[in-house]
């Protein structure tokens, strides 16, 4: 969406150009409300920047979140960035291929909440391994990120929003391999 003739999503635009180099495809599609624009930029860039819950940690999560909503978009988007905080190739591979021999039992722990969240009910005993290993604020941090994430996956499949330009050196999201039990 042009934002010539709002002021507001002028300044939004400015803004995000400014600390991001340009304005992704997905705040363009979200421009038609910029009120929500605004407020979704500020609560996503609050979970990037100011969460305490390691980066690596939380960029698995995200990745399996687009991997079970089957976002391109978004596992594209956090392919590079996850594997600048310390998530490794081989971990990449083993999202794909269901393998949880390469994950910590932190790792795992993250995977599993993860799963259970999207799916609606986090177990007692998921929730007890991970808050021991965390504690409450970090705890707090990781439901919201994957409760976010599994919102953009939504959001970005109902708005039909198409990859970035530099989406296209990125592999596409790896299926969710079929369960064993």
Do not use: N
């Amino acid at each position: 969406m042009d934002p010539a003739g709002d002021a507001t999503l002028e300044r939004i635009y400015e803004q995000v150009a400014r600390e991001a180099g340009g304005v992704p495809r997905l705040y363009q599609a979200l421009a038609a409300a910029p009120p929500l624009l605004q407020g979704w930029i500020d609560f996503a860039w609050a979970l990037r920047a100011d969460a305490k819950a390691p980066r690596g940690l939380r960029e698995l999560a995200i990745l399996r979140c687009a991997q079970l909503g089957g976002s391109d978009y978004v596992w594209r988007s956090h392919v590079r960035l996850a594997t600048s905080a310390g998530v490794t190739d081989e971990q990449l591979d083993a999202l794909a291929s269901g393998d949880p021999g390469v994950f910590s039992s932190l790792e795992r722990a993250v995977l599993r909440i993860v799963d259970e969240l999207v799916g609606g009910v986090v177990a007692d005993a998921t929730w007890q391994a991970l808050s021991a290993e965390l504690g409450e604020e970090m705890m707090v941090e990781m439901v919201l990120t994957i409760s976010w994430y599994a919102h953009v996956t939504r959001v970005v499949s109902a708005l039909g929003v198409p990859l970035e330009a530099h989406h296209g050196k990125v592999a596409r999201v790896p299926g969710i391999p079929p369960r064993g039990d």
